[in-house]
């Protein structure tokens, strides 16, 4: 038996040598080959060859035979980058908008940004920076003229949105760093409410604190908001579990290629509650660390995950530097929660139009079993407990906010009006909205029903197939059902209209927390979620 073991052990080395002398030789091959082209083209094309554009698109185009997440990051975008990794960057903490031929305006300076401390408001406009005029400047210029060194200076040369007075404005840049917890505050007596949007250094501390806060003010329950949370560190996410389940619990594992890549992630502080009952909401946009997050509570049966299935971004990446100040953002791993569930989706085909899961048939899953023995099943993402359909929206609505009609109307109300109430009492009255239309009708924008999109694609298809002269009359009949004019289009849609302005005019006065609230007053998702079943 001895002897079979060490015959059958030898073969397996000879197997493995052979396979990895093999994908050497073929690398060595590849690499010569394409080295080969490239130096062919660079001495025989008719054009100057673009070598940087050419290489750039060979890396691009063997990364993207991977995953979609593993990536190279050349110097120059460095710090994107960083601004990917920690919601971070050097500049004034402003949004602004632009049109090629104006001026950029300054659209809405973050609370406590150097924008603010130096008297930059909503409507103020940007004639130039650093002496250069932004006419003619597209808005990525201008917005990278205005970043820079924290620390460093930049000036603005500016017309005030109130006395029309053109100053000089110099503005000393700061690092600004878009907080992972943009909310916390009680809902009602007995619910606190807590929206974390991202995984960076500390938004574990961040949340505790909260938390704590929370607590004092006689919180019963909380809800901790993960939609559209993208994710960001994986340790983050584990000391953020942490919070709520006992020391020593396993959170993650992950698992590559070798055995070297096996890890186990576990809780190593203590928690600051273990009974609170928590609602967890999860979306399409809930990806990465918030679906460790998700995940591992709901293995733990600590809370009831509500919502829509997740992301489905069960990837681990490391980020390892490269020849030039570049960086390879690699995946080595895939995760799994503690039952066992792989949050990838069983592959990159069944996705959604925003990236997210798509069906996955239960034929094609596995069940697991959370800590009370309930059934969770892999394939892909989270699975919500509880299903509540997500708000839904007309397609006017989506017109209006991607074509700027209603940012644009938000800055012609601040010049029009120097104050409102604070943000519980304010509210766009019938008057007010009378006034947004005589605005949006004088605006260019798509305000076709969906109705009206899918029966226009019908009409190109009719055409094609030789039938438009044969079914004129009946085509004309539903052309003239389907034809409704802006102004109606608009009155129809109010309700769903309103909460957008509203926001979009609220943190114009009161900054982001006040569009938060507003978004809060109409979230039917959310009121849905408070009054469902908790499980245990």
């Given amino acids: 038996m001895k002897r079979l073991l060490t015959i059958l052990l030898s073969i397996t080395v000879a197997v493995v040598s052979s396979f990895a002398q093999s994908q050497t030789k073929d690398m060595r ?18 054009d100057s060859l673009p070598v940087d554009r050419v290489m750039r698109a060979r890396v691009d185009a063997m990364l993207a035979e991977l995953d979609p997440y593993t990536i190279y990051v050349p110097e120059e975008e460095n710090e994107d980058m960083l601004m990917l990794m920690s919601k971070t960057y050097g500049g004034i903490g402003a949004i602004i908008t632009k049109r090629k031929e104006d001026n950029v305006i300054i659209s809405e300076p973050y609370a406590n940004s150097p924008a603010q401390k130096y008297g930059l408001v909503c409507g103020d406009e940007i004639l130039a920076i650093d002496g250069v005029s932004t006419i003619g400047l597209e808005s990525s210029e201008c917005s990278e003229r205005m970043k820079g060194k924290p620390g460093s200076k930049v000036v603005f040369t500016v017309r005030k949105l109130r006395t029309g007075d053109t100053l000089e404005i110099p503005v ?25 949007t991202g995984f960076t250094e500390n938004v574990s501390g961040e949340l ?88 591992a509570l709901q293995d733990m049966d600590r809370a009831t995950i509500m919502g829509n299935r997740s992301f489905g971004k069960g990837l681990v990446q490391s980020v390892l530097p490269m020849p030039y100040n570049g960086q390879l953002k690699v995946t080595t791993a895939k995760y799994y929660t503690p039952s066992g569930r792989c949050v990838q989706a069983i592959d990159y085909s069944h ?8 069906h996955i048939p239960d034929s094609l899953t596995r069940e697991f079993r959370t800590a009370s023995g309930r059934i969770v099943r892999d394939g892909g993402g989270i699975t919500p407990d509880v299903e509540i359909p997500a708000d839904d929206y007309s397609r006017i609505v989506y017109s209006l906010v991607l074509s700027g009609i209603i940012d644009q109307y938000a800055l012609d109300f601040v010049r029009r009006n120097e104050s409102i109430p604070e943000v519980d009492d304010f509210y766009f009255k019938d008057a007010d909205f009378e006034d947004f239309i005589s605005f949006a009708k004088g605006q260019e924008f798509d305000y076709r029903s969906s109705a009206r999109t899918l029966f226009d694609g019908l009409k ?55 569009g938060i609230k507003v978004r809060l007053r109409y979230d039917e998702q959310l009121k849905k979620a408070l009054t469902a079943d908790l499980i245990g």
């Fill in 29 to 46: 091959q590849w690499t010569e080959l394409q080295n080969s082209i490239i130096m062919e083209l660079n001495r025989s094309y008719v």
């Fill in 172 to 196: 000393i840049r700061e690092r600004i760093h878009f907080p992972d917890v943009e909310y916390a505050g009680m809902l009602d007596d007995s619910t606190g409410y807590i929206l974390q």
């Fill in 351 to 358: 996705r959604n139009e925003d990236g997210s899961v798509g």
């Fill in 460 to 514: 190109r298809e009719l055409e094609k197939d030789g039938l438009s002269e044969f079914m004129q009359g009946e085509i004309e009949a539903v052309d003239k059902a389907l034809e409704v004019d802006k102004e109606t289009v608009l009155r129809f849609n109010k309700e769903q209209i309103i909460p957008f302005i509203e926001e979009e005019i609220t943190v114009r006065y009161w900054y982001q927390e006040a």
């Fill in 208 to 295: 505790r604190s909260h938390f704590l806060d929370l607590k004092s003010q006689g919180m019963k329950r909380l809800v901790l908001d993960l939609r559209g949370n993208g994710g960001g560190l994986r340790d983050e996410a584990v000391r953020v579990t942490s919070l709520f389940v006992p020391k020593g619990s396993l959170v993650m594992t992950q698992k590559g290629n070798s055995p070297e890549t096996f890890r186990e992630f576990r809780t190593v502080t203590e928690p600051v509650d273990t009974e609170i009952p928590i609602i967890v909401m999860i979306n399409s946009g809930t990806a990465s660390s918030s679906e460790i997050v998700a995940g």
